[in-house]
């Protein structure tokens, strides 16, 4: 059974991710209408990253020594002032300065509820419970884009901003005054798991204390995971910059459209991930990700040759969304196992690295493609990325494989 911690984090999570899946699709057009280009748009999507960046490698040792409650609600207060702040923009300046404030943000939720996850994970159900943690996260990315996408069609980008930050503002109230302490779990996992898992739960949260960063990042498995993530998020990154430009200003498709594209994808994915969990469990994570990033490549092409919204459709909640699902589990158990020894936020902390240099390389990169090239350019781009990310990751986790 799923624990009270679990249950908070991951509704929290969901409310947090709706809001930042209803900027998806609003964010690019939103510069477009403040008089930017594709570099512009580019360059806003992913300002975040920046931020999240220079914030990760600091919070992750910071929530293995201290716990993660109140920088997991913190994070979540700063995305209320980013949609207020949005809010009240009135030029690409002042959107792009919101949305790299919003990486402080990302630099804290994201690593402290998957490592919270983590350290309460028993071992060997790793996949498990990863991947049902995930599907809240996928619920929330599926909903946000749909919702912003009528609200759209239907309201202004004004109310869509207001929702944001009430979404924002319930999921930081559920962790504040709800969640339990990093100290209650501990006594609670003393009480009623076994030794093993109590030893991993002391563990996780202090060995990070004591190991070099040197030693973390020349852990094969690491990099592995690194460079899976990286890879699959600067796809994202294109898809989620030019996928609403590509279909509203190229093709000419409804806001509410853009939505169901973008939307779909994410609930494709969330949908398999009580499944990819156990799989990941039983089965080489090697296959399911050179699976994953099949279909991931795959959507990716298409997107670069085809103008039909339809077949789009079809490539990116069957194709993008299934892969990405499956690669994002992978990484994720991984993590956890890893996280036991070199320390769960911190390892979460490097997996939010990769996904917001990622972002930042597909965003930006895929801007100045869009701009010197086509549009379309940027999606064949992406998948060769994927594809490259997969050869890395395949010699490292069997590097890893063979000095075990």
């Known amino acids: 059974m799923l624990s009270r911690g679990f249950l908070i984090v991951g509704f929290a999570m969901m409310m947090a991710t709706m809001g930042l899946g209803a900027a998806t699709p609003i964010i690019p057009i939103f510069v477009g209408e403040m008089g930017g280009n594709d570099i512009a748009r580019g360059l806003a999507y992913p300002a975040f990253t920046v931020t999240q960046l220079a914030i990760s490698p600091f919070v992750g040792r910071l929530g293995d020594r201290f716990g993660r409650k109140w920088f997991l609600a913190f994070g979540l207060f700063t995305y209320v002032i980013t949609a207020i702040g949005w809010f009240f923009s009135g030029s690409v300046l002042e959107i792009v300065f919101f949305r790299a404030f919003s990486g402080i943000g990302s630099a804290l939720i994201f690593p402290m509820s998957q490592s919270y996850i983590g350290s309460i994970t028993p071992r060997g159900q790793e996949g498990k419970y990863m991947g049902t943690f995930t599907l809240f996260d996928f619920v929330g990315f599926g909903l946000g884009p749909l919702a912003a996408g009528i609200l759209r069609d239907y309201t202004s980008i004004n109310i869509i901003f207001i929702a944001m930050a009430g979404l924002f503002l319930l999921a930081t ?101 009580p499944l990819i969990g156990p799989f990941a469990d039983r089965y080489s994570k090697r296959k399911m990700a050179a699976f994953g990033t099949l279909l991931v490549v795959v959507a ?24 990405s699902a499956i690669t994002q589990v992978i990484a994720a158990a991984t993590q956890v196992q890893v996280g036991r020894t070199l320390g769960q936020s911190t390892v979460a902390s490097l997996l939010s690295m990769a996904f917001a240099t990622g972002i930042l390389v597909g965003s930006l990169g895929g801007g100045i493609v869009a701009e010197l090239s086509s549009r379309r350019a940027t999606f064949a781009l992406a998948g060769c990325v994927v594809f490259l990310g997969y050869l890395i990751y395949s010699h490292r986790s069997s590097k890893a494989a063979d000095s075990t």
């Open 173 to 273: 109230i559920l962790v504040s005054t709800c969640l339990p302490t990093d100290s209650k779990i501990s006594r609670s996992f003393r009480m009623v798991s076994s030794d093993k898992t109590s030893e991993d739960f002391s563990r996780a949260n202090s060995s990070a204390n004591v190991i070099s960063w040197s030693t973390i990042c020349a852990n094969p498995l690491v990099q592995a995971i690194f460079a899976l993530r990286a890879s699959v998020s600067c796809a994202i990154g294109v898809s989620f910059t030019f996928i609403p430009v590509l279909l509203e200003e190229d093709l000419g498709t409804s806001a509410t459209a853009v939505g169901v594209l973008i939307g779909g994808q994410q609930f494709a994915g969330g949908a398999l991930q």
């Open 300 to 323: 990716y092409f298409t997107g670069a040759f085809s103008s039909n919204y339809w077949i789009l459709l079809i490539a990116f909640i069957f194709g993008a969304g299934t892969g």
